[in-house]
């Protein structure tokens, strides 16, 4: 009875071993590399740390309260509620429409899809560079505005006006142009899961196809598809820094316009005054804004809690 | 008569994604008009669809431009796209792979740590983890590059997810031929998970080639560039002829497209693990 107790508590321990030399590395890595930061930049943040990350300055909420009483910060936010006011809708549209259509077609199926998903090969900094120094470059020969005059409509300044704001144009088809093929990839996945029963059982009852079956089968069939890409449109949204930065800054800085919250947070941590605390607190901040978003969107379509 | 409109609307369905297709295509078209033009073709003052001449020595000049360490880019992007994916890919399989299946207590809780920084997504904490970097003394090294990266929760969640699903009977007969744990990893599940190991392969090494915001903050030094934040910075600050900056952007996306038109079927495999699951 103690030889076998003795064994069953080895073999436990054994496994115990097994496990951490399997996980332990990642789970090391994760952990320095993603929760120091993290509780570090919480301490930082109280803290008048400017070009130090040792500072000795305690200065209680004062970072918090400056970055809340910013224009700037508080202009940030509102930069990112437009950008995915523009941008989750129109990429939703658009990569359902491509997946439900390229579902469809029976030649050269293959094609369509490389060609749509292609994009997701090409970097935002390069792709910010075609649309910056070509497609909408803002001069007379530029692509854009030649097509514009073929219709007999003037030149536009796309990136450099405000008035219209033109630059929420360049910003989003970047954008729309590559990820649309992504998460037309999702869709198409998701349509493959579709049981082509339904359909026919639909047919049988004498429902029309188009709009009809796209109603009431094929959007309720995607649901799950659906949570996952608005949830990940947003999520990438907030994130936005790549084409924001290549698009608008030049050798004079960057406009004080059009300016989500990781450019805002560059500039504050990383610029001229190297203020690390100031800069912490808005990543704790961030960090706090992006887990009510998620949190809250998941909790708003029904998600998270038991199931899997 | 039905057959008819059926008819008509799969030509225009046919059509409109043909139209569309180029529409895509126009930004790569640009890419290769641009870069392989002369400087006088690209600053016309016209609009012209094609050169006059195609200018193939652009990509001879630009490698030969000492004002522009592009070469030195490409091979920093280079390592560091290669080592992040062999360095994920090591480390993310064998924690999926303990998550999966090594019985123990405290299992739960390892996941849901790992779970957790799913919700906050690493480019919002980049200032905590520049302050860490930098007090590692790790700015502008390779290390500071490559290490803080390589521990991605979605490699280990679709690594998990993947063995989760995988039929025990190979496993449980290696177990009895007294392989252990590490053997009968290396032996029998790493040769049957091929699929998985490329498709979160392909999904690393894309996303480690296209990374901005972490080598702009972390290569600071001009020889720490990756090929992404030497275009950026010539994008930015207009020293390089545009001739050249098209041809050194198109240059950058050769080694993408190649493992996009090799890998396809692996990076759709992958998008649909880690979109959806």
């Given at each position: 009875?103690?030889?076998?107790?003795?064994?069953?508590?080895?073999?436990?321990?054994?496994?115990?071993?097994?496990?951490?030399?399997?996980?332990?590395?990642?789970?090391?890595?994760?952990?320095?590399?993603?929760?120091?930061?993290?509780?570090?930049?919480?301490?930082?943040?109280?803290?008048?740390?400017?070009?130090?990350?040792?500072?000795?300055?305690?200065?209680?909420?004062?970072?918090?309260?400056?970055?809340?009483?910013?224009?700037?910060?508080?202009?940030?936010?509102?930069?990112?509620?437009?950008?995915?006011?523009?941008?989750?809708?129109?990429?939703?549209?658009?990569?359902?429409?491509?997946?439900?259509?390229?579902?469809?077609?029976?030649?050269?199926?293959?094609?369509?899809?490389?060609?749509?998903?292609?994009?997701?090969?090409?970097?935002?900094?390069?792709?910010?560079?075609?649309?910056?120094?070509?497609?909408?470059?803002?001069?007379?020969?530029?692509?854009?505005?030649?097509?514009?005059?073929?219709?007999?409509?003037?030149?536009?300044?796309?990136?450099?006006?405000?008035?219209?704001?033109?630059?929420?144009?360049?910003?989003?088809?970047?954008?729309?142009?590559?990820?649309?093929?992504?998460?037309?990839?999702?869709?198409?996945?998701?349509?493959?899961?579709?049981?082509?029963?339904?359909?026919?059982?639909?047919?049988?009852?004498?429902?029309?196809?188009?709009?009809?079956?796209?109603?009431?089968?094929?959007?309720?069939?995607?649901?799950?598809?659906?949570?996952?890409?608005?949830?990940?449109?947003?999520?990438?949204?907030?994130?936005?820094?790549?084409?924001?930065?290549?698009?608008?800054?030049?050798?004079?800085?960057?406009?004080?316009?059009?300016?989500?919250?990781?450019?805002?947070?560059?500039?504050?941590?990383?610029?001229?005054?190297?203020?690390?605390?100031?800069?912490?607190?808005?990543?704790?901040?961030?960090?706090?804004?992006?887990?009510?978003?998620?949190?809250?969107?998941?909790?708003?379509?029904?998600?998270?809690?038991?199931?899997? | 008569?039905?057959?008819?409109?059926?008819?008509?609307?799969?030509?225009?369905?046919?059509?409109?994604?043909?139209?569309?297709?180029?529409?895509?295509?126009?930004?790569?078209?640009?890419?290769?008009?641009?870069?392989?033009?002369?400087?006088?073709?690209?600053?016309?003052?016209?609009?012209?669809?094609?050169?006059?001449?195609?200018?193939?020595?652009?990509?001879?000049?630009?490698?030969?431009?000492?004002?522009?360490?592009?070469?030195?880019?490409?091979?920093?992007?280079?390592?560091?796209?290669?080592?992040?994916?062999?360095?994920?890919?090591?480390?993310?399989?064998?924690?999926?792979?303990?998550?999966?299946?090594?019985?123990?207590?405290?299992?739960?809780?390892?996941?849901?740590?790992?779970?957790?920084?799913?919700?906050?997504?690493?480019?919002?904490?980049?200032?905590?983890?520049?302050?860490?970097?930098?007090?590692?003394?790790w700015i502008s090294t390779y290390r500071g590059l490559i290490v803080p990266t390589l521990f991605p929760a979605f490699a280990c969640f679709v690594f998990r997810q993947y063995f989760l699903g995988f039929p025990t009977e190979l496993e449980d007969a290696a177990q009895v031929d007294g392989l252990g744990y590490w053997r009968t990893y290396w032996l029998?599940?790493?040769?049957?998970?091929?699929?998985?190991?490329?498709?979160?392969?392909?999904?690393?090494?894309?996303?480690?080639?296209?990374?901005?915001?972490?080598?702009?903050?972390?290569?600071?030094?001009?020889?720490?560039?990756?090929?992404?934040?030497?275009?950026?910075?010539?994008?930015?600050?207009?020293?390089?002829?545009?001739?050249?900056?098209?041809?050194?952007?198109?240059?950058?996306?050769?080694?993408?497209?190649?493992?996009?038109?090799?890998?396809?079927?692996?990076?759709?495999?992958?998008?649909?693990?880690?979109?959806?699951?």
């Open positions: 009875m103690t030889a076998h107790g003795a064994t069953a508590r080895r073999r436990v321990r054994n496994r115990a071993l097994w496990f951490w030399t399997f996980v332990g590395p990642f789970a090391v890595g994760l952990g320095l590399f993603t929760y120091v930061p993290l509780l570090w930049s919480v301490a930082l943040s109280f803290f008048d740390a400017h070009n130090t990350v040792t500072p000795t300055d305690f200065v209680g909420l004062d970072n918090y309260t400056a970055l809340l009483s910013d224009d700037a910060f508080v202009d940030s936010l509102r930069t990112f509620l437009v950008f995915t006011a523009f941008i989750v809708p129109t990429t939703y549209v658009f990569s359902l429409a491509l997946a439900l259509m390229v579902n469809r077609v029976r030649r050269a199926r293959a094609f369509f899809r490389s060609v749509f998903f292609l994009p997701a090969a090409c970097s935002y900094v390069v792709a910010a560079l075609i649309w910056k120094m070509s497609l909408f470059n803002g001069v007379r020969f530029g692509l854009a505005n030649t097509v514009l005059g073929w219709f007999g409509g003037d030149p536009v300044a796309w990136l450099s006006g405000t008035d219209p704001p033109w630059y929420w144009l360049v910003i989003v088809t970047v954008r729309l142009w590559l990820q649309t093929g992504f998460y037309m990839i999702l869709f198409l996945a998701g349509l493959q899961r579709i049981d082509p029963g339904l359909y026919e059982a639909a047919a049988v009852d004498g429902a029309r196809p188009g709009r009809q079956v796209l109603w009431h089968i094929t959007l309720p069939q995607l649901r799950a598809t659906s949570v996952a890409v608005v949830l990940l449109l947003v999520i990438n949204a907030f994130q936005a820094f790549d084409e924001f930065y290549n698009l608008l800054s030049d050798t004079r800085g960057y406009p004080p316009y059009a300016r989500p919250p990781l450019v805002y947070l560059y500039y504050l941590a990383l610029g001229q005054g190297q203020n690390l605390g100031l800069g912490s607190a808005g990543a704790v901040i961030l960090s706090l804004v992006v887990v009510v978003v998620t949190v809250g969107q998941a909790r708003w379509f029904g998600l998270g809690g038991r199931e899997e | 008569m039905e057959d008819a409109v059926v008819r008509v609307g799969r030509a225009l369905r046919l059509v409109l994604l043909v139209v569309l297709a180029l529409l895509f295509l126009v930004p790569f078209y640009l890419l290769v008009r641009n870069g392989l033009s002369s400087e006088r073709d690209v600053t016309a003052p016209e609009w012209a669809f094609f050169p006059s001449e195609l200018r193939w020595a652009n990509v001879q000049e630009l490698f030969d431009d000492p004002s522009v360490p592009f070469a030195r880019s490409l091979l920093n992007s280079a390592l560091i796209a290669v080592a992040t994916t062999a360095g994920t890919l090591l480390l993310a399989s064998l924690a999926g792979y303990g998550l999966a299946r090594v019985p123990y207590r405290h299992a739960n809780k390892v996941f849901y740590a790992v779970l957790g920084t799913l919700v906050v997504p690493a480019a919002v904490t980049f200032v905590p983890s520049f302050v860490l970097v930098s007090s590692l003394g029998i599940v790493v040769p049957n998970a091929r699929p998985v190991f490329a498709a979160v392969g392909t999904i690393v090494f894309i996303g480690a080639w296209n990374s901005f915001l972490w080598p702009l903050v972390i290569g600071q030094d001009r020889d720490a560039w990756t090929v992404q934040v030497a275009l950026s910075s010539f994008t930015t600050s207009q020293v390089v002829r545009v001739h050249e900056l098209f041809v050194a952007a198109a240059v950058s996306i050769l080694p993408l497209l190649a493992v996009f038109l090799c890998f396809q079927r692996w990076l759709v495999a992958g998008v649909e693990r880690s979109g959806i699951d």
